[in-house]
């Protein structure tokens, strides 16, 4: 029985919910006679072309609405809590755990531990299998939902409940096979920890991973981030020059050798790997698609080769470079800094009018090996700024801010920052088109799509 209360929040404009009469506030009972226990429930049960739907209005009243529309589509309703289910937090105690390495004193909301494997559909996220009951599987499999993004760190089942403090960590890989033999699509992850799950447990892992392909369609294998606040936790030491280098040796075997067999690569290494390596990036074919950006595998790649496409794309038009010129900044992760301040230069080469300040910043905030944009805090970019030649515009990558919202991990907003610097705050969104068009400016019937 649900005993989840699914209160409506809003009702798009033109759907076939507000068509009907159904307004925020509204709950949810049935569809088609059906107890909606979660999202899974409500976009499976929505999907036919003929549904009837049970509402209950704040009066009291129930309407039973009978709805004839076209398959998969949306009734155009969106829920208080977007799961539709209370989430489940980690029951691990993860040795590499990003979240036991934060300060205390930020946002709430920072400190939870999400293992859910609902959120591995919805948004993505990668599960450790822990949490996960036979009606999970059950569900999953029914509904042939996928991709589920899925946290190996290891094949070695005692090795594994060693790495997530979880005396059931091994076994929860028995769900793999289940996955496997109902045709689910999975992704996998590896954070690798020197001296733990690296060298020939790496080997294993990949060797024990490639038995899963195809439904098993890409893994990524990325360095475990050491924030300064490792008090207490677990001693990890972190890569170094040489440990990378042999990293990449084994992944670019592997690679090879599954191209062979498979057609695809399979195994990646995040971006980290090359940089810590000061090897050159793959090219980018050898990403099969970018199956693993999230992980930061081929991000650079791509915002390179889509940086190029962009200024190939840019009109050449008498008269436009007196359109381009000013002086503004742009602030990065210490990680990107080599291939922002290469794309800057190219953009000022083209344009000798614009003058472009690029920025790395050191990440205080969370310890100095920590070197992604995305964790970059509003206080660190005020400090290393202050003082520094900003021009009339400072541009920040979409990802130092919180999904949706304008402020940082630390709270401060981007109001705040253009306050404290005196400067125009301008967020460019990840893709190398945006970051042209954002620093060209470039009259709209330019804009390059």
């Known amino acids: 029985m649900n005993h989840t209360t699914h209160i409506i929040q809003t009702v798009r404009q033109g759907s076939i919910a507000e068509e009907l009469g159904i307004e925020a506030g509204d709950i949810l009972l049935k569809i088609n006679d059906n107890d909606i226990a979660d999202i899974f429930d409500y976009q499976y049960f929505t999907q036919d072309e003929y549904i009837e739907v049970l509402i209950r209005k704040p009066n009291g009243e129930e309407w039973l609405l009978e709805i004839d529309k076209d398959y998969d589509e949306d009734l155009g309703v969106e829920f208080e809590n ?7 937090s980690c029951r691990n105690k993860c040795i590499f755990c990003f979240i036991d390495q934060m300060p205390e004193g930020m946002r709430e909301t920072l400190y939870f531990k999400d293992d859910d494997s609902r959120l591995s559909f919805l948004q993505g996220n990668y599960v450790t299998l822990t949490n996960m009951t036979d009606a999970d599987m059950e569900r999953i499999i029914r509904y042939h939902l996928s991709p589920i993004n899925i946290s190996f760190q290891t094949t070695n089942p005692e090795l594994r409940c060693k790495m997530l403090n979880n005396r059931f ?3 929860a890989l028995a769900c793999v096979d289940r ?6 699509t999975m992704n996998g992850q590896i954070v690798l920890c020197k001296g733990i799950n690296d060298g020939a447990e790496l ?6 991973l490639t038995a899963y392909l195809p439904h098993l369609a890409s893994v990524s294998v990325v360095p475990v981030g050491l924030t300064r606040y490792r008090e207490g936790l677990f001693p990890l030491e972190p890569f170094e020059k040489e440990d990378a280098v042999q990293v990449l040796e084994c992944i670019h075997r592997w690679q090879n050798k599954i191209y062979r067999e498979h057609g695809v690569h399979f195994v990646h290494a995040s971006d980290e790997w090359y940089l810590l390596a000061e090897q050159e990036l793959p090219e980018k074919e050898r990403y099969d698609g970018y199956l693993q950006l999230e992980n930061g595998v081929g991000m650079l790649r791509l915002l390179m080769e889509e940086f190029q ?3 190939s794309m840019l ?3 008498e008269g436009i470079q007196k359109n381009v010129a000013e002086e503004l900044s742009l602030v990065t992760g210490e990680l990107a800094y080599p291939y922002i301040r290469k794309m800057a230069e190219t953009i000022m080469e083209r344009f000798p009018k614009l003058q472009i300040h690029v920025y790395a910043i050191t990440n205080y905030f969370f310890g100095e090996r920590i070197t992604v944009s995305g964790l970059l805090t509003g206080q660190d970019i005020i400090s290393q ?15 130092v801010l919180r999904s949706g919202e304008d402020y940082f991990l630390d709270d401060i907003t981007v109001p705040e920052v253009e306050k404290a610097l005196q400067v125009k705050v301008d967020i460019v969104k990840s893709s190398g088109h945006d ?7 470039i009259n709209d019937e330019f804009m390059l799509q």
């Open 203 to 208: 080997e294993r892992s990949i060797s024990d």
């Open 179 to 184: 996955l496997y033999e109902a045709g689910i």
């Open 385 to 399: 700024l202050q003082g520094k030649e900003l021009g009339k515009r400072l541009l920040l990558p979409q990802n």
């Open 169 to 171: 960590a091994g076994e």
């Open 315 to 317: 009109p050449p038009r």
């Open 309 to 311: 496409e962009a200024m």
């Open 82 to 88: 977007g799961l539709m289910d209370d989430y489940r």
């Open 435 to 441: 970051f042209v068009n954002t620093i060209v400016k």
